[in-house]
């Protein structure tokens, strides 16, 4: 299964926001990530669609989780970013060339077509079993507990002397 690279940024900065308790604007997130921030506005942008972010205006605006980081899964990030609609499309391509399956024979998909959708149902199944939350444990097991907080206070400008 392949997903753009606006999937992984927009799960980094899921993940950012759940550091801040404030709204984090876009210009800070693409500059943390070290990204476009017109390429990464897009992808804001399509979380907020899908009522992943919200956009809070003003002075001290940004972008916010609408819900706790534990009702986000991988899979809402990704169907947000890259469409609802499914990885493999069955074209029925038994139905062609010189040894063609007729169409009236073709009543259940074919062997090509039930993996291809196992597979696509067993890779929903594993981004939906995991939330924002819990790749923010990871990071804090993995990068230390600092490391989070870190970017708290770097995105707050607190301790930048």
């Keep these: 299964m392949k997903m753009s690279g606006g999937v992984e940024w927009a799960l980094h900065c899921c993940v950012v926001l759940t550091a801040s308790s ?5 210009a800070k997130l693409a500059e943390l990530h070290d990204v476009s921030s017109s390429y990464l506005a897009k992808q804001l942008q399509a ?9 809070v205006q003003g002075k001290s605006g940004g972008y916010v989780l609408t819900r706790a980081p534990e009702s986000i899964t991988l899979l809402d990030v990704v169907r947000a970013v890259d469409g609802p609609g499914p990885t493999f499309v069955c074209t029925e391509i038994r139905q062609r060339g010189p040894f063609a399956t007729p169409a ?9 077509a039930r993996a291809m959708w196992a597979a696509e149902d067993a890779w929903h199944q594993a981004l939906a079993a995991i939330t924002i939350a819990d790749l923010a444990r990871d ?11 870190g970017i708290q206070t770097w995105l707050t400008g607190e301790n930048t002397g």
């Design 47 to 55: 979380l907020a669609r899908a009522g992943l972010i919200h956009s």
């Design 22 to 26: 404030t709204p984090v604007p876009a």
């Design 139 to 149: 990071v804090d097991a993995n990068s230390g507990p600092e490391a989070l907080a």
């Design 104 to 112: 009236d024979a073709c009543t259940t998909p074919c062997p090509v």
